[in-house]
Each structure stands twice: as structure tokens, then as C-alpha cells.
């Protein structure tokens, strides 16, 4: 989030933007030459964006988009009222840093279950560990569906206002749902000046598990 990126429109294509950054060795210690790719664009009704990177060294790296999403609209409050499913029968579980520790859990009989749609925050105050931890749901679903480069559905959200929904597809078979919990800590205010607010819109950021 502190690298600078080139944006440009994608070569060939129409309504689509292409962006690049590179990070040389040595970056927060990884080593090589990094250099990431990423491609938005609009396809028939919806949004695809595709990572790409390249590196002169053997490396880590584990891409994804963080990308708030409220159904509701722009500056409409809270979005614990959004339907939300997630086609995960476990998630993984995290120490008190939230970073994985190589377990998967079943979902079933919790409240971190959204293999049956329901409301965002309909157990989100549950008194369940996983969700005192973090103030709400900032976990990685193992996706059931995804195989290989094939892109599968993962998730579904559907607004309780507008009736606006969305379909999420992805190769990764990761999928971290993150509901806002810490966005009134923002020091600056949103799109149109508008205040970040606890719960004020969900991530659904599909990614290889964290730390793997």
C-alpha cells in the first residue's frame, strides 16, 4: 500500500486499465526483483481483475485486491444488513496476531457458517472467540469449489435496501471476508469526504491462504 503504480489503458482492449510497480530485492526483506501487474476490467456486468508477477529470485508473494463493497450506496451507513454466502465449509484458524496457524475448522454449528445465506451481522457479536479476536469477521474461508486455474463461485452478497447483488468467482482457493471492523480508525475520510464507519462496507478478498 505505499508503492507507487503506473497506471495506463490496457494495450488492445477497451475499458480496462492496466497497472504495474516494481520492488527491488531486498524490499521489507524479500528478495528479487519484483514486478507486479494488475489488470481491471469491465466485462459484460461485471468487474475482473487479474494479477500477474515476475521475479529474478525464488520469492513469496500472495496477491489480492482489498476493495470495500456497499451495496446500499455510497455514505449509506452500515452494511451488517447485506445477505451474505460463502461456499466454505471450514476457515482457518488464527492466533492472537490473526496470522494462520495451519488448522482448518469447521464452520458448521458456528457463527462463522455462511454456507446457508444470512445477514452479516446476524451473529457478528456472537461471544465466539474467533469473532471477539478481531471485532467481527477478518478470517480466510477455504473455498470448496475451486479447482486448479479454473474460476469457480465463491461468494454471493446481496443488499437488504436496494436489492443490488453481486457474484464473486476466483482461482484462489482462499477467500478472507472482512467486515470493516477497525474503519472508524482511519485518520482521513472517504470518497466525497464522507467519514469511515465500523461495519460501513465489507472486503471479500480471494487470495492463496495467508502465510502459506
Not at 490496457?10 to 489488470?39: C, K, Y
Not at 482489498?66 to 484458524?93: K, Q, T
Request: glycine share 10%.
Amino acid at each position: 500500500n505505499h508503492a507507487l503504480f503506473k497506471a495506463e489503458v490496457t494495450r488492445g482492449e477497451t475499458d480496462s486499465v492496466t497497472m504495474t510497480a516494481h520492488s527491488p530485492a531486498g524490499t521489507d526483506g524479500f528478495p528479487g526483483n519484483f514486478d507486479l501487474e494488475i489488470q481491471y476490467s469491465l466485462v459484460k456486468e461485471g468487474l475482473m481483475i487479474r494479477y500477474s508477477a515476475t521475479t529474478d529470485a525464488p520469492t513469496v508473494c500472495n496477491m489480492t485486491n482489498h476493495s470495500y463493497f456497499n451495496l446500499n450506496g455510497h455514505g449509506s451507513g452500515s452494511a451488517l444488513g447485506h445477505r451474505i454466502s460463502v461456499d466454505a465449509d471450514a476457515y482457518l484458524e488464527a492466533d492472537d496476531t490473526s496470522v494462520p496457524t495451519g488448522r482448518k475448522l469447521p464452520v458448521k454449528g458456528t457463527p462463522m457458517d455462511f454456507t446457508e445465506e444470512k445477514t452479516i451481522g446476524r451473529d457478528i457479536n456472537a461471544d465466539y472467540p474467533a469473532l471477539k479476536q478481531c471485532g467481527g469477521y477478518d478470517h480466510c474461508f477455504v473455498i470448496d469449489r475451486a479447482r486448479g486455474s479454473s474460476q469457480s463461485i465463491c461468494a454471493w452478497a446481496t443488499s437488504d435496501k436496494t436489492g443490488i447483488s453481486m457474484k464473486l468467482y476466483t482461482t484462489q482457493p482462499g477467500i478472507q471476508l472482512y467486515t470493516g471492523n477497525f474503519l472508524q480508525d482511519c485518520p482521513t475520510p472517504g470518497k466525497g469526504g464522507v467519514p469511515m464507519q465500523k461495519y460501513g462496507g465489507f472486503a471479500l478478498e480471494t487470495q492463496h491462504y495467508p502465510c502459506s
